[in-house]
């Protein structure tokens, strides 16, 4: 993605609410804070348990990241609930 890509995406989005695509193919928005649950272990959030998404963010490597607890972490560390 080119970086004036990433300037008009984030022109029409917030750190406070995801457009994500449902299992029956509808876009639904989740708005902050919204529930996620652990499907990689990882060295401060256990397997398995589930947490909230407090901001939703853009890492340097234009990757989707996720605050929880005043952390960063990739989103592919998570299923949204």
């Keep these: ?3 004036n890509e990433i300037v008009n995406l984030l022109r029409y989005s917030t750190p406070y609410c995801l457009y994500i695509v449902n ?3 509808r876009i ?3 708005s902050c804070p ?3 649950l652990v499907v990689h272990q990882m060295e401060h959030l256990n397997q398995g348990k589930q947490y909230l998404v407090t901001k ?3 890492s340097k490597s ?3 990241i ?3 607890d005043n952390k960063y972490y990739w989103y ?3 299923e949204i609930l």
């Design 1 to 3: 993605m080119l970086n």
């Design 23 to 25: 299992e029956n193919k």
């Design 28 to 30: 639904e928005m989740r």
């Design 34 to 36: 919204f529930k996620v």
């Design 56 to 58: 939703i963010g853009l």
């Design 62 to 64: 234009k990757k989707l």
């Design 66 to 68: 996720f605050r929880i």
């Design 76 to 78: 592919w560390y998570f």
